[in-house]
């Protein structure tokens, strides 16, 4: 089997066992919905700044409990059972594709709650939706990877904060630096700097993701 139809048919898995087990999906949303909703009672209105900081700090703790599951679901059965049948890159390629879908649709309703229930005006609505896409994409592909590294280490909590923090600071603050840009309504070029480098980061993290997956995969 060539290396799409692996990742098309391990994508395929991914999302019959999301079906079958809704609760998982279910509960991230609730903890969304339900942050989102507490932070209205407690704060009711907020500047601009402070809206743009706190749904990045949002999304940064959703991201995590959806991804960090990635591998912790897999029993040992399973995964003997994939490394029989798919190459590694396909797996974690698949795992990365899976969470980026995942991501899109969490943030998709996450932005959308959030701007009901916060009435903040955007200055660019579409740039702002492409630093929310460029920040799914990107807590993706770092948690995926590092997800995989804690499952090998016994499945650590600590080990995947502490692997996490080095690159996702940086990643956070370029969001928060691009998205608060395009709330501000400034010219789009003055963006493209932050675009890049997020680009450039997301483009090197998958590429370790492929180089180095396979050896933790024969562990």
Sequence with gaps: MDMFNQVKMLIRKEV????????????ILLYVVSTIFVCYLSFRQIDPLTWNALFWIIMLFASINAISKSFVQESRG???YYYTIASPQAIIVAKIVYNVVLMLVLSAIAIGVYRIV???????PLYYMLAVLLGSLSFSTVFTMISA???RAGNNGTLMAILSFPVIIPLLMLLIKLSKNAMDGLDRSVSLDEITVLLLINAMVVTVSLLLFPFLWKE
Excluded: C, H, T
């Design 78 to 80: 399973r995964q003997l």
């Design 118 to 124: 916060f009435r903040n005006p955007l200055g660019d």
């Design 149 to 151: 590294i804690a499952s």
């Design 16 to 27: 019959m066992i999301e079906w079958r087990s809704k609760y998982a999906l279910n509960g």
